[in-house]
């Protein structure tokens, strides 16, 4: 088989085709993905009794099924109290007990919320410190592809408008100066 030519006589470029791509997401994406949801599973599973037991109450109580258990609840009490639905005997005219035993309820909800939110804060930590370990990462990696890219140019003679700023651009990021930074500018 003989190569094709183009006009001048050379080889002809290959044509190249991108490989086909699965439907919707990229492998890398679906792996990320996968691994995020393993490790909030793995979370879950790993959450003290105590947790979980929050984090039920939390989400029962943040559901349209309690705000109708309270309005059925409440407006049962209500009425027989006030003599509107007369089919049992009043228990609670001066509505004491009720207004107790909803100030006895808000206590606990408040608190089973705020062991939800300390947990998620735990999560979120979590997170922002992947996030920033990520960002170094990249941000060094991207300081070195900068200087490599710089060299290149260097060897072969090229100028480039970013010159002035190559070798701001290819010093890595010190974490600590910047945190300084900020906190200084913060407190200005």
């Given amino acids: 088989m003989t190569p094709r030519l183009d006009e001048q006589g050379s080889p002809a470029a290959r044509t190249t085709y991108r490989p086909p791509q699965p439907e919707g997401l990229a492998p890398a994406l679906l792996r990320n993905i996968r691994t995020l949801q393993e490790r909030r599973s793995a979370a879950d599973r790993d959450a003290s009794l105590q947790d979980r037991i929050a984090e039920t109450i939390t989400r029962f109580t943040g559901s349209?099924?309690?705000?109708?258990?309270?309005?059925?609840?409440?407006?049962?009490?209500?009425?027989?109290?006030?003599?509107?639905?007369?089919?049992?005997?009043?228990?609670?005219?001066?509505?004491?007990?009720?207004?107790?035993?909803?100030?006895?309820?808000?206590?606990?909800?408040?608190?089973?919320?705020?062991?939800?939110?300390?947990?998620?804060?735990?999560?979120?930590?979590?997170?922002?410190?992947?996030?920033?370990?990520?960002?170094?990462?990249?941000?060094?990696?991207?300081?070195?592809?900068?200087?490599?890219?710089?060299?290149?140019?260097?060897r072969m003679g090229i100028e480039t408008v970013a010159d002035p700023e190559v070798g701001e651009l290819s010093q890595d990021v010190a974490p600590d100066a910047v945190l300084d930074a900020i906190e200084r500018h913060g407190r200005a």
């Fill in 64 to 154: 349209m099924a309690f705000v109708a258990l309270h309005v059925v609840l409440f407006g049962f009490w209500t009425l027989v109290n006030t003599g509107l639905l007369p089919i049992l005997p009043k228990w609670d005219a001066s509505f004491v007990i009720l207004g107790t035993s909803a100030s006895v309820e808000a206590i606990f909800l408040s608190t089973f919320v705020l062991i939800s939110q300390n947990r998620m804060a735990a999560a979120a930590d979590k997170r922002a410190d992947l996030d920033l370990h990520i960002s170094l990462l990249a941000e060094h990696e991207v300081t070195k592809l900068v200087a490599m890219v710089a060299a290149i140019t260097e």
